[in-house]
């Protein structure tokens, strides 16, 4: 009876350092992404500022012309860059997602090897 609580407490305590392992994966996970969007955010707010400063000292047709211009390439880069991390954040959930899955799989094989001897034990009865 003691080495059967013995053995709950062990899988018990397996589960929660398994539980704490995949938890930190995923706050790594969702750290690095919140970091990747939110320096993307301030890139996009001052290319956005500069461009609204250069729509404020525009005075004639010529500046008009330029701001267009401006414009137009502002969006385009900032276009450019969202696509390139949104990219990066599918690899990191990706990365994250394989880290959680090798992660399940020690699990399932430690408790694999775990039930062998109970199985063997009960098949030689």
Known sequence: MTQQI???FDYAKQFSDNAFKAQTLA?????????LQFKELQRQAGATAD???AV???RDIDGLRSLWEK??????????QAVAV?????AISQK???SLGA?????????????????RKAAAK
Do not use: H
């Not at 706050?27 to 970091?35: D, F, I, M, S």
């Not at 949104?86 to 599918?90: A, F």
């Open 6 to 8: 013995n053995q709950f």
């Open 103 to 119: 992660l399940v799989q020690e699990q399932r094989q430690a408790a694999n090897d775990a039930a062998a001897p109970v199985g």
């Open 96 to 98: 994250t997602a394989q």
């Open 56 to 58: 404020q000292e525009t």
């Open 27 to 35: 706050l790594k996970g969702l750290q690095t992404v919140a970091e």
């Open 86 to 90: 949104s990219q990066e954040v599918i």
């Open 71 to 80: 414009g137009a390439s502002v969006s385009r880069e900032n276009a450019e």
């Open 51 to 53: 461009f609204v400063a």
